[in-house]
């Protein structure tokens, strides 16, 4: 609504257009009849854009945000792009830089690779991007390259992992059944004894010091190895952690009974103030992947 009432304003009259009832149909003329598809979406807002894909199947060379779809299908040459991560935590600070950039993309590169002509009037410049856009952008985004992944990524594995649960009367399922049953029970009872690591508050870190982190837990019954330990880093921010950075493995370094000791020595690869967190997840070669059995113990 207040886009509309700013287009009807005297700066703006005839420099804004809303296509109502869009559609396919409508889709066909926009994408035959523009040069450059400008989409500058609010980082990281942008659910997909999927009409700049669209575009580049006409030959259209986008020019966006390196969100949504654009993310993934921006080579450079074949089109151009503002960067991914943001300036300023203020959006409107954010916009204003935006607004610039687009406009320095313009008025020092898109308008005169479209203006600068041979003698026979082709923009030799934009006729190569155009081909590089349909030959490197455009097969990642057709419907052959979704089936192809469908099939590669989802069909094909879960038909292998199918008759590897079915084999030798479901031997393997009714492992997993068994294993999983041991941990549900005995989940809740993981006893943490103690965690070393840095407290970067009282001093940050430098570059290249090597950081040694441990976590000592009481297991009550679980073996070691039916346990996974990692620690994430955190950009450090006045009142939250923002930003994941790092996660790292720790490795069994002693078993006392019950008791089980992870450790690992990492390396600091940023100076600076940093947020620390363990965390804890059951661990089995047999599973596919780690969501098949979604338990986690955040210390």
Do not use: C
């Not at 966006?64 to 792009?81: I, M, N, Q, T």
């Not at 004894?193 to 407290?199: S, T, V």
Request: hydrophobic fraction near 40%; avoid cysteine; charge should be negative.
């Amino acid at each position: 609504k207040k886009i509309v009432e700013i287009s009807k304003s005297e700066d703006f009259i005839g420099k804004i257009f809303f296509v109502e009832n869009y559609d396919i149909t409508l889709a066909k003329y926009l994408v035959q009849g523009v040069d450059v598809w400008l989409n500058n979406p609010t980082r990281p807002l942008e659910a997909s854009g999927t009409s700049g894909e669209k575009a580049i199947l006409n030959g259209v060379l986008n020019l966006s945000v390196l969100d949504g779809w654009w993310a993934e299908g921006y080579v450079k040459g074949a089109g151009w792009a503002l960067k991914e991560e943001r300036t300023y935590d203020n959006q409107e600070f954010q916009d204003a830089l935006d607004a610039i950039t687009i406009y320095n993309l313009l008025e020092d590169e898109i308008v005169p690779a479209f203006y600068d002509q041979d003698k026979k009037g082709v923009p030799d410049l934009w006729v190569d991007m155009i081909k590089k856009n349909i030959a490197e952008i455009v097969p990642n985004f057709t419907m052959r390259r979704m089936i192809e992944d469908y099939n590669n990524k989802f069909y094909k594995p879960q038909i292998k992992r199918t008759k590897e649960l079915e084999s030798n009367g479901f031997k393997i399922a009714k492992e997993i059944v068994k294993w999983k049953s041991k941990v549900l029970e005995k989940w809740d009872s993981i006893t943490i004894l103690g965690a070393e690591y840095p407290d970067s508050n009282v001093r940050p870190l430098v570059l290249g010091e090597k950081i040694t982190v441990k976590l000592k837990l009481d297991l009550d019954g679980l073996a070691p190895e039916d346990i996974g330990v990692e620690i994430l880093f955190g950009r450090k921010r006045p009142d939250d952690t923002e930003e994941l950075l790092y996660v790292f493995s720790l490795k069994l370094e002693e078993v006392d009974g019950s008791i089980a000791l992870y450790k690992r020595e990492i390396p600091a690869t940023m100076s600076g103030v940093y947020d620390f967190t363990f965390r804890v997840y059951p661990k089995n070669k047999l599973l596919p992947h780690r969501m098949d059995f979604p338990k986690v113990k955040w210390i």
